[in-house]
């Protein structure tokens, strides 16, 4: 496939690549706008580029779009797809785009930004600002869809006005895009809102927006994945520390943090002081490594905390448990010293290894690297850092992308993207290299010489957010959890609760002295309502007990999932049940 790049040439691509599909997809979302334009002659741009699996445009129009909308829209993209029209890149001058756009200030305050000659591309009779690349015809535009509509506020500033934004998807089959629209339907099934209700994990109340409820289920898988989070830890050599929820304004003014996350934190006033629910762990984390005299050869110190933790998210922005205002956060700060660096980070990269496996998720990793504005600390100590990270993967032949300009004010990171089920990807675990906080905070060591030595600091998420990571993983196992980790791993269905209820809670007891979470269904439905019961409710295994389980002293279980039947004696099953568990899987 040829493509027209930012500086003009023609380069031959392959289809079956994330730059090829990216390249589709922005140029669908011009052909997107072209369509709209003859529709909407009135139309204002704003910014259209391709997103994960697909793109969108943000347009301002005096009248509202529906769904149903989409349907007109997408047959003119057809129509003018079918023209095959030239897409033609220009180089003008500041002045010259001004002229073009002078209709629309979206596009002028981007060129107000902007210093150098400006990129401009044409097709029929739409003309956009923009860097490319593209396509070279629209007639290579075949196999897409319009998918929804949202409000989207320009720039994602909520000062500025609201715009409609267009999503779609661009494939370069029709095999391709009907598999991901049925893969689509599919993640409307498993969405974890739903789930969540089904399946009685968690609640939300208009009494506390983005403040999540968990009901005794809910709580239950997530203890679960916390024991084996600690579990991990342990095994990693980690101490555990917990530090308060609010901390005076002097501290986030040490750390940064009041100057370039204030809008994120709730602040209040106590007894004529300012103080800050805490965003975030770190300053905290600082403070009690500093309660104690370190020796270069106590380190590495390895720190980790579950903290609790508030952001003021727009209420707009709030979705389930992924995104919401108070939330528990997977943290680990790393003390270390530069020798230790290289080595400490691939231990890391193992850890998140071991820890994503037991989820069944894969994941690529990303070096985000210094903000262009609004980041603390010299250049130097900047370039240094991120030299490292990369030096950490490579040695440990880890492959990774840069993410150029989206490091954290403090210092660069590694993002490892986590690919579910369904194909999608979230951002989970963080790595983030940090010498900056360790100077502001005046911490130090003392090394083999007597002298004062800065520690380097590592700030470390492995799941991340854990509410957010119990949203993907119900999405991810579409709420049919493993045995390990279901809130209810059995049900003990007895075939006629007068003759078998007694041999029922039997097996029940039995189960449960080996810490199985187990319950009896003994309700007055027939027994094929129940074990239908037990499949709505995603119980990873059902045993029925009827006359001959209780005359031999066996049980009969099925899987989720499965009609098929196994009748073993109480000691297999157990054994089965108790190994299956250790193995986490």
Request: proline content about 3%; overall charge negative.
């Amino acid at each position: 496939m040829k493509i027209q790049m930012h500086d003009g040439q023609i380069k031959e691509i392959e289809k079956n690549t994330k730059e090829a599909f990216e390249i589709l997809n922005h140029s669908t979302s011009h052909l997107l706008a072209e369509a709209l334009l003859e529709l909407y002659p009135q139309v204002k741009f704003g910014i259209g580029p391709a997103i994960e699996e697909g793109f969108y445009y943000d347009i301002d129009l005096d009248q509202s779009l529906l769904e149903e909308d989409l349907i007109t829209i997408e047959a003119k993209m057809h129509e003018l797809a079918a023209k095959n029209e030239k897409i033609v890149r220009e180089v003008v001058s500041k002045e010259e785009a001004k002229k073009i756009f002078a209709n629309n200030p979206y596009k002028i305050e981007l060129i107000n930004e902007l210093n150098e000659d400006i990129t401009i591309f044409k097709q029929g009779n739409f003309i956009d600002l923009c860097y490319g690349p593209h396509l070279l015809y629209t007639g290579n535009i075949k196999h897409f869809k319009l998918l929804s509509i949202a409000g989207a506020y320009w720039r994602g500033d909520s000062k500025n006005k609201m715009l409609t934004r267009i999503y779609g998807t661009s494939w370069f089959s029709k095999d391709e895009l009907e598999k991901h629209l049925n893969n689509l339907l599919e993640r409307k099934k498993r969405d974890h809102r739903l789930l969540g209700k089904q399946l009685n994990l968690f609640m939300l109340s208009e009494y506390g927006p983005g403040f999540p409820f968990y009901l005794p289920d809910g709580v239950t898988l997530k203890n679960n994945i916390l024991d084996y989070w600690k579990e991990m830890h342990y095994k990693y050599n980690y101490q555990f520390c917990e530090t308060p929820t609010m901390l005076s304004r002097e501290l986030w003014e040490i750390s940064g943090h009041w100057e370039h996350y204030r809008n994120n934190m709730y602040t209040l006033k106590i007894d004529d002081r300012d103080f800050a629910v805490k965003p975030m762990n770190c300053p905290g984390g600082i403070l009690v490594y500093k309660n104690t005299l370190h020796s270069y050869r106590d380190l590495p110190i390895r720190l980790a905390e579950l903290g609790h933790v508030h952001r003021h998210e727009a209420s707009g922005a709030l979705n389930g448990l992924l995104r919401v205002r108070a939330f528990s956060q997977d943290d680990a700060h790393i003390f270390c010293r530069e020798d230790q660096l290289v080595d400490e980070i691939s231990t890391l990269l193992k850890f998140y290894d071991e820890m994503y496996s037991v989820f069944g998720l894969s994941y690529h990793i990303e070096l985000s690297t210094r903000p262009e504005k609004d980041y603390i600390g010299d250049i130097a100590l900047w370039d240094k850092a991120e030299s490292i990270l990369k030096e950490a993967c490579l040695s440990s032949k880890r492959e990774f992308i840069i993410n150029p300009g989206d490091g954290a004010f403090y210092g660069p990171k590694l993002d490892f993207k986590l690919c579910d089920s369904m194909g999608r990807i979230w951002q989970c675990g963080t790595i983030q290299l940090d010498m900056n906080l360790p100077e502001r905070f005046d911490m130090f060591y003392i090394d083999e010489n007597g002298n004062k030595v800065r520690p380097i600091m590592l700030h470390r998420a492995c799941l991340g957010s854990i509410e957010r990571f119990m949203a993907i993983i119900i999405e991810n196992y579409g709420g049919a959890f493993p045995l390990w980790l279901a809130p209810t791993q059995i049900v003990i269905l007895p075939v006629n609760e007068n003759i078998h209820l007694e041999y029922a809670l039997e097996i029940q007891e039995l189960l449960k002295q080996h810490h199985l979470r187990v319950k009896v269904d003994a309700s007055n439905e027939k027994l094929g309502y129940r074990l239908r019961n037990a499949q709505v409710n995603k119980y990873p295994l059902s045993i029925v007990l009827g006359d001959k389980e209780k005359e031999n002293g066996t049980v009969t279980y099925r899987e989720y999932g499965s009609n098929k039947q196994v009748t073993v004696s109480k000691e297999e099953f157990i054994e089965m049940i108790l190994d299956r568990i250790a193995k986490k899987i």
